[in-house]
């Protein structure tokens, strides 16, 4: 134990404080605007990773943990400029600024739109958004950070708890439009717009076999498999399925091929590439629904499938970001589609 905590538990067993006492042993933190509209427990629990929640609770209630110099709970909201004051040894709050991970990633991303509330990247197939279970320090969430701290837009140190973070999320072999906030009212509103499907994608696909009907919206239940990694498609529903609706368009047939531009009005986990699949049409180069056979004949070894399309399109108020409804942006160069017309 460090020779302050030893001076600390001394101070603690007192009950009494010096002003001096107080001041030296007392951690204050000024609310910021990525800060605000937070519970507070759940702000520190971002802030300080070695703070045990049983600890934090108890220093609530103790009134170890004050904002403005007033009691407070656990569910209070942080408004911008408070002033956090906490009573509780170093080490449960130390913030390590030495090494950060995504400095470990490359900086480079392929940018399709920038502004001083959000980034529109171009993810390519290959890349994982977030770290899973095989991350080996590079992603595109990573990279994003990476590009902002270079910038200057982006500093772990003048952040509590905030850090630049992506609204939607495509998997690691399919690419397309990813949506990264640089603030945390733009991660608020967005993430909003997002559940309110208050933003518009779609997708291009290349499918195996030709369709019947050139263009149609789809209905059917998509049952999860939390284990196996993939989900299922019935024809009716059951008590662990949840409603898909897809709606395609064919642009162009080649040979066996299909060219399809993709709506989903439901998203749901691999719907468009399961769906495709369980109607006789799986995608191309797709190895979890497809036909391995032809991925293999056809050199594919990601998914044909891109999230070219972007638009906003705001049905409820936008506050800060309202300038954006309306607007649309589209990846260029899909890898595969020049490819298709080869057929």
């Not at 427990?41 to 209630?61: Q, V």
């Not at 959000?118 to 279970?133: S, T």
């Amino acid at each position: 134990m460090s020779q302050k905590n030893k001076i600390y538990d001394i101070i603690k067993a007192r009950k009494v404080f010096s002003e001096s006492e107080i001041a030296n042993y007392m951690k204050k933190i000024c609310i910021n605007k990525n800060d605000a509209g937070q519970r507070l427990d759940k702000f520190l629990l971002k802030s300080f990773k070695n703070l045990p929640p049983s600890l934090m609770y108890k220093a609530i209630r103790k009134k170890d943990i004050k904002i403005n110099s007033k009691r407070c709970t656990p569910d209070t909201k942080l408004c911008d400029n408070d002033i956090l004051t906490i009573y509780i040894k170093d080490e449960l709050l130390e913030q390590n600024y030495e090494d950060y991970d995504f400095l470990k990633a490359p900086s480079s991303i392929d940018i399709i739109y920038e502004d001083n509330n959000i980034l529109l990247i171009n993810k390519k197939p290959g890349l994982i958004v977030h770290p899973d279970e095989n991350y080996h320090f590079d992603s595109l969430i990573a990279r994003v950070q990476h590009y902002l701290y270079k910038k200057g837009e982006y500093d772990p140190k003048r952040e509590n708890s905030f850090a630049p973070a992506l609204i939607n999320r495509l998997d690691r072999n399919t690419g397309g439009i990813i949506i990264s906030a640089k603030n945390a009212d733009t991660l608020r509103i967005l993430n909003k717009k997002m559940k309110n499907r208050e933003l518009k994608k779609t997708y291009l696909c290349i499918a195996y076999s030709i369709f019947d009907k050139k263009s149609d919206t789809l209905t059917a239940y998509l049952e999860k498999n939390e284990s196996k990694k993939r989900v299922y498609i019935h024809d009716t529903p059951n008590k662990n399925t949840k409603t898909i609706k897809t709606k395609y368009k064919v642009i162009s047939q080649r040979g066996n091929f299909s060219l399809l531009e993709v709506e989903l009005l439901t998203g749901r986990t691999h719907q468009i590439r399961a769906h495709m699949a369980f109607l006789g049409h799986p995608l191309l180069g797709d190895s979890k629904y497809g036909k391995n056979s032809i991925n293999k004949e056809k050199g594919y070894k990601w998914q044909a499938l891109y999230s070219y399309k972007l638009k906003f399109e705001f049905t409820t108020p936008a506050e800060s970001l309202s300038y954006l409804n309306g607007k649309e942006f589209t990846a260029p160069n899909i890898w595969f589609v020049e490819d298709f017309y080869n057929f």
